[in-house]
């Protein structure tokens, strides 16, 4: 399955799925990653990588 991001980029072949969400949201709020709430208080990072696992 191949993605590209809203801007044309393609994500890391190795990056995680939530990975590269956490690093999308953050370029859209204009705020370094570190400076977004973790993702495990929003998601289940884990459940959404078996979701886009091979």
Same mark, same amino acid.
């Given at each position: 399955? +191949?993605?590209?991001? *809203?801007? &044309?980029? *393609?994500? $890391? !072949?190795?990056? /995680? $799925? +939530?990975?590269? %969400?956490?690093? *999308? $949201? /953050?370029?859209?709020? &204009?705020?370094? /990653?570190? &400076?977004?709430? +973790?993702?495990? !208080? $929003? %998601?289940?990072?884990? /459940?959404?990588?078996?979701?886009?696992?091979?």
């Amino acid at each position: 399955m +191949s993605t590209t991001f *809203e801007d &044309g980029r *393609e994500p $890391v !072949d190795d990056e /995680a $799925v +939530s990975t590269a %969400i956490v690093r *999308e $949201v /953050a370029r859209r709020e &204009g705020v370094p /990653a570190v &400076g977004l709430d +973790s993702i495990y !208080d $929003v %998601i289940n990072p884990d /459940a959404l990588e078996e979701l886009f696992s091979p």
